[in-house]
């Protein structure tokens, strides 16, 4: 990377992982600590509390992207922290359930990440742009990791309310760092002849990406509904889960440099390929694991959320980055705000899933119907051919 590539790279996977801790943190201690307001009694006003962040996102992920094509990134990412930061904020002062409800609908308000992927593949070329995603990807799975340790012991000392307060905070510094650390923006894309929006619709190759990315995520969702259980099962206590998420996570970061290799050599598409059947191979070893009714072992749900986490790093770096490269050059952002509203919508379906087939089919039917996806998704992308960024093919 040049040095103007790596400055784009690290600060907008810097306003990345601001942004996802203060969501992150959040997540493992909602369900419980929402119990303490108005209305906690009520697990599916709870729930939609907590998902409703996903769907709001979704529907505004597209107008936010070809906003950012059209009056430019920095000001798209600016404004949806602001309505981030205000959903926080909101959240923060919340007396009931439907106050956290209103204070989370608002912070999905403020979606970005199609600007701000849009504008990391504005500032990289083509050959380094799966490796700067890549980083992006390493940001916020190490702020996952982050946040299942942190977010216990803070929820327990200021419960709730300061971890919204806590995530505004959070917006308003990925604020300064979009305004003072982002390079500057390139006006390419502004100055470019506008495209159909149909044109983003009729590539192939793009609505393959697109469904790869609501795959990975309903998958993603839907199997952490089924995996805690089993790790409480193999005699690991709540708490301690971090100790196995946490290695799972960064050893598959460790293992990433295996995909760039093979980008270098030009062999993308078998990276892509390869991750995906490292998610199945993960699916249907769960499933095999689950329906055997022996005691899992830690050591083998640690191994397999390792392969599960090296196909799905891999994969948020890869097809981001072959999003930008395959959409037309002035419609990037509206192409990226498709595969983010796919990307809503597959943590929104995962989780429904998920709790289905959990009640009524158990963690061996969870299994088999998330591997089956898969399956079905290797077979989608297999005619996929990787092109260099800037037109439809």
Not at 161 to 189: D, M, N, Q
Request: charged letters at 10%; hydrophobic letters at 60%.
């Amino acid at each position: 990377m040049t040095s103007g590539e790596r400055r784009a790279s690290t600060s907008l996977a810097l306003i990345f992982a601001l942004r996802m801790l203060g969501l992150f943190l959040v997540l493992p201690v909602f369900a419980l600590e929402a119990r303490k307001y108005p209305g906690g009694d009520d697990p599916a006003l709870v729930g939609l509390a907590m998902g409703i962040y996903g769907l709001t996102q979704a529907f505004l992920q597209l107008p936010l992207g070809l906003a950012s094509d059209r009056f430019g990134r920095k000001r798209v990412i600016v404004a949806g922290l602001v309505v981030f930061a205000a959903g926080s904020l909101m959240a923060a002062l919340a007396d009931s359930v439907m106050g956290l409800l209103a204070g989370r609908a608002l912070q999905g308000a403020g979606a970005v990440s199609a600007a701000v992927t849009a504008l990391l593949a504005d500032q990289t070329r083509d050959e380094v742009r799966t490796k700067a995603m890549a980083l992006v990807g390493a940001s916020i799975g190490l702020m996952f990791a982050v946040a299942l340790v942190a977010a216990p012991p803070l929820a327990a000392r200021f419960g709730l309310s300061g971890l919204f307060t806590l995530t505004c905070v959070l917006a308003v510094a990925g604020i300064a760092v979009v305004l003072w650390v982002v390079p500057p923006e390139p006006a390419r894309h502004q100055e470019a002849q506008r495209a159909p929006l149909s044109a983003v619709w009729r590539h192939a190759d793009l609505l393959r990406l697109n469904a790869g990315v609501f795959t990975l995520h309903t998958v993603q969702m839907a199997m952490w509904v089924a995996v805690p259980a089993l790790l409480v099962q193999a005699g690991l206590a709540k708490s301690a889960h971090w100790q196995i998420y946490l290695p799972a996570v960064v050893l598959s970061f460790v293992a990433m440099g295996g995909l760039f290799a093979m980008e270098r050599r030009g062999r993308l598409r078998a990276a892509l390929l390869l991750a995906i059947a490292l998610v199945l191979v993960a699916q249907l070893a769960f499933g095999l694991l689950s329906a055997s009714g022996a005691t899992p072992s830690v050591l083998a749900l640690g191994t397999l959320l390792f392969v599960f986490f090296c196909g799905f790093n891999a994969l948020e770096a890869t097809q981001p980055s072959l999003v930008s490269r395959m959409a037309p050059a002035n419609l990037r952002g509206a192409a990226l705000g498709v595969y983010n509203t796919l990307q809503s919508l597959g943590l929104f379906a995962g989780g429904a899933l998920g709790g289905a087939l959990a009640k009524w089919a158990g963690a061996p039917g969870l299994f088999a119907a998330t591997a089956l996806l898969t399956a079905l998704w290797l077979l989608i992308t297999w005619p996929l051919r990787p092109v260099g960024g800037g037109t439809a093919h």
